[in-house]
């Protein structure tokens, strides 16, 4: 049986840079556009209509930010994974995008190859952010961490599998509990760790293991 590609919804507002976008995507095999926007509401109807699995977003368009609208494309369709491609690197911008949910955001100086690794690893459930990016999360959750120090073996443990890009099914799984527990207790982690969302937790647990 044919492998299904993954399908891939563009959303900027300049009709030239949706053109070299997909025409870098769509020559790698199992990578298909399978739509075009040039403002958010256009792409509300279309994530809803297309059910993309991945939606490649600016973060400013004619009639809104794409923080704003990763918040709302998640609300419309949960399961999609949200990568920001975009010339901003402002941390005020790249912070409110990551608390939106967006799994990467890259810069559009970055290099053609490494948007297509940077498409398949979110595919893969991994996060995908430029390094500017990376910094400025890990800073924000460090703040006022307070609880760093009360993490138990169990928080540790679910921290390395959300890093991997687990979900909380395949998490429970793993460790044994139901999926409710891993949902009650990533909340309480995230708490302790004062991070917003996955991928905060995700960031901050990666950068720890490195810097031990």
């Not at 009639?63 to 419309?76: P, T, Y």
């Not at 409110?96 to 799994?103: F, L, R, S, T, Y």
């Not at 599998?161 to 207790?185: F, H």
Request: net charge positive; charged share 30%.
């Amino acid at each position: 049986m044919e492998k299904k590609s993954v399908t891939i919804l563009l959303v900027d507002d300049h009709a030239i840079v949706r053109y070299g976008i997909r025409s870098l995507i769509e020559r790698n095999d199992g990578l298909k556009v399978c739509g075009e926007a040039g403002t958010l509401q256009e792409a509300y109807h279309k994530v809803s209509d297309l059910k993309p699995d991945i939606v490649l977003l600016d973060i400013k368009l004619p009639d809104g930010d794409g923080a704003a609208g990763c918040r709302e494309i998640k609300k419309r369709v949960p399961d999609v994974k949200v990568i920001i491609l975009t010339a901003y690197a402002e941390d005020s911008i790249i912070l409110e995008a990551v608390k939106a949910g967006a799994e990467g955001y890259l810069l559009k100086d970055i290099d053609s190859k490494n948007i297509i690794t940077a498409i398949r690893n979110v595919v893969g459930g991994k996060t995908s952010l430029a390094n500017e990016a990376i910094s400025k999360v890990l800073n924000e959750v460090k703040q006022n961490c307070s609880g760093e120090d009360d993490l138990t073996s169990q928080d540790k443990s679910i921290l390395e599998l959300i890093s991997q890009g687990k979900s909380n099914k395949d998490i429970a799984k793993e460790i044994y509990v139901s999926e409710k527990t891993v949902r009650n207790n990533a909340s309480r982690i995230f708490k302790k760790i004062n991070a917003g969302n996955r991928t905060e937790a995700a960031i901050y647990w990666s950068k720890r293991k490195i810097l031990k």
